[in-house]
């Protein structure tokens, strides 16, 4: 894959390029903040942009509007976002009208390389990734909302917003596919979310979860 960074913690940046090297990536770029990578963005159209979420000059939502700027102007870049904390706010536009090709990760998710490298290759092959301390915490908050559900479709939903699909999920839980497949049905349901044309009832769910 050829990817880019950005990313202003020297020893992480120095650290995931180096990884990225060494299983044969090609890493184009390397910046410690969001405006050079967009200005060489154009030209190189990588794979995947991998970035943090607060950058220099302001260290509050860069990454955001980065990661915005490059879902609207080039579509087909994957996102891989990496924070130090929870940014639950950023996890909606994460998952907006276009939940595709993009993924958030807390930054000790790095140390865990085969996760780190997985994700990669999700967010490049289109799937939707979610640390599953991401997703914890986002479930603690919106559990409320979710009353209907049984404790094992809280489950599956949880996956869900993790971005395993459903054979993903059989081989978390030890299930069939097809008991996945009646879960998520059921989850739907339960939800509100009616099978027909315009939407994507999986994504719909998943906002759902994360509304709070």
Do not use: C
């Not at 903040?33 to 979420?53: F, G, M, T």
């Not at 290759?121 to 979610?130: D, E, I, P, Y």
């Not at 030890?174 to 349901?189: G, L, R």
């Amino acid at each position: 894959m050829r990817v880019m960074l950005a990313e202003d913690s020297a020893l992480l940046r120095e650290g995931v390029r180096s990884l990225l090297a060494d299983e044969g990536h090609d890493v184009v770029a390397a910046y410690d903040s969001a405006e050079p990578l967009l200005a060489r963005l154009a030209a190189e159209r990588p794979d995947v942009v991998v970035l943090d979420v607060r950058m220099p000059p302001t260290h509050t939502d860069e990454g955001v509007r980065a990661a915005v700027e490059i879902r609207e102007r080039w579509p087909e870049v994957g996102i891989l976002v990496l924070s130090q904390y929870v940014e639950r706010e950023f996890t909606r536009v994460l998952l907006g009208d276009e939940a595709h090709g993009v993924g958030y990760l807390l930054k000790d998710r790095v140390m865990k390389v085969d996760d780190f490298l997985d994700a990669l290759s999700r967010v490049a092959s289109g799937g939707l990734v979610l640390d599953p301390e991401v997703v914890g915490q986002l479930f603690r908050s919106t559990t409320h909302a979710l009353g209907g559900l049984t404790s094992r479709e809280l489950e599956v939903l949880g996956l869900m917003a993790e971005g395993r699909t459903n054979a993903g999920i059989a081989a978390a839980l030890f299930v069939s596919v097809s008991a996945v497949e009646k879960f998520a049905n059921s989850i739907f349901d339960k939800l509100g979310l009616r099978a027909g044309e315009g939407y994507n009832r999986r994504v719909l769910a998943i906002l759902r979860y994360l509304e709070g």
